[in-house]
């Protein structure tokens, strides 16, 4: 199912705060999107990824890869098979968010598809691709916040703050505390305090986990059923860039 996007709202006025159901999304940002199964092999093989998932995700031993369709979290892994993920999806997307817009809280979604032998695949984890951060450009603002089980976003009018890291109406991120652990990956934020400026992720006073852009950072989270509900907050000043794909697995 595709996510159905409500592009009418205005970015100025406060957005809807309710938690949406699965498959409804606001965003306003522009975006750009192309199939192309060399782009996609290119970044799953000549980018690194490839390796790291294979040491991260499908280590026999500590991987995180799911066996079965489910994650493997917690108890043995013997005698679980390891799934292995077959690339990345050719359906490739760029993102620019401007100041003042923003992607509203939202659940991904889970898509079937064909790879370049036109077998089935199924996505499993979004990948998300900064193109540039507040260190190489004008940007400020525009994390991606996650939110664990009971955690909301807060409401935002769409202000945009003079003080950086400053109380604010709009984006959410105002007094944030890092958790300094420099780990992209929002399940492994625990929350310890740290100036906003000290790692890509932190965690706000709303429980959210932010990921800052950085120019490079690949950041990996899982979706579907398991999709853990995120937003990415208001550019507060300068563009936001973006890639985004999915790594997808046989069905
Ligand atoms: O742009 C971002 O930071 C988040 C994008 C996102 O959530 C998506 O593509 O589904
Ligand atoms: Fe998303």
């Known amino acids: 199912m595709k996510i159905q996007i409500d592009d009418k709202l205005d970015p100025t006025k406060p957005r809807p ?30 980018c690194g990824l490839r390796d790291r998932w294979k040491e991260l995700w499908e280590h026999p ?16 892994r013997n005698n679980k098979r390891i799934r292995h993920a077959v690339g990345l999806s050719r359906n490739i997307r760029m993102y620019r968010y401007q100041q003042g817009q923003s992607f509203g809280a939202h659940y991904d979604e889970s898509v079937d598809e064909k790879d370049d032998e036109g077998n089935d695949v199924v996505s499993e984890y979004t990948v998300l691709i900064y193109l540039n951060g ?34 604010k109406k709009g984006g959410g991120g105002g007094g944030a505390k890092a958790s300094g652990n420099g780990n992209a990956n ?20 709303n429980g959210g ?6 120019r490079g950072l690949l950041l990996v989270h899982k979706h579907g059923d398991e999709c853990m509900l995120h937003e990415a907050l208001i550019v507060q000043r300068g563009f936001k860039y ?10």
């Open 242 to 251: 973006v890639l985004r794909t999915d790594v997808v697995y046989e069905p």
């Open 186 to 205: 929002a399940t492994g934020t625990t929350g310890t305090t740290g100036a906003r400026d000290s790692g890509p992720s932190y965690v706000l006073p």
């Open 17 to 46: 705060v309710k938690v949406p159901r699965p498959g409804y999304a606001f965003r306003d940002n522009d975006r750009i999107q192309f199939d192309s199964p060399e782009f996609a092999a290119m970044i799953w093989n000549k």
């Open 209 to 214: 986990v932010a990921v800052k852009p950085e």
């Open 134 to 167: 507040e260190r190489d450009s004008d940007l400020l603002g525009g994390e991606t916040v996650f939110y664990p089980k009971g955690k909301k976003p807060i409401p935002t009018s769409g202000t945009i703050p003079t003080t950086r890291g400053g109380a």
């Open 61 to 76: 031993k500590w991987g995180l890869e799911t066996v079965q369709g489910e994650s493997i979290t917690s108890g043995t």
